[in-house]
């Protein structure tokens, strides 16, 4: 796009065309702002640290369900009117902060079946959390649970989000 921004303007400086030329190297100035822009973004979001993994427990800190991430977005993304019916605005951290798609255990809410969560509503256990979580997706998703009670994304997943495979060193009971 910019290269050919680029002919046209030398096309209307060889012809004498001044008001063009003029106008397409504005237009090109803002082109140019633009792709820097959105060059520094991708180089944010690319680098943005993420405070939970695929498969690892969680629960919500006001609806109080456990969960467990399956899917995580740099910042909100769904869009205005969603936004604000959830009060993504009135959050401490607002939409720029990661977001994370949740498996919700059917036991604890049946009719919820996957959640987009702030980082900040997120809670991490205390410790290894090996008791009972179910939902249908599981068998797609993950390979089984760790050591940790956390889940073992498939490789595919890791792949979509560009994450290692965390893994845990098993727990020695004799120690």
Known sequence: MIRLRWVNLQKAVEVENYALAAELRDEINKLEAEYLAASANALVYENIQYAFRLGQKGRHKVFVYSGVICGMDPVCCISSSLRESACIDKLTRGSNQPFYQVLVDVHVDPDLLVAY????????????????????????????????????????????????????????EDA
């Open 117 to 172: 969560v702030p980082e900040e509503n997120l809670l991490a256990p205390d410790g290894p959390n090996k008791g009972r979580f179910d939902h249908p997706y599981l068998s797609f998703l993950f390979y089984g649970m760790d050591a940790a009670g956390d889940f073992i994304p498939i490789k595919q997943l890791r792949e979509k989000y560009n994450r290692p495979r965390h893994e845990v060193p098993p727990i020695d």
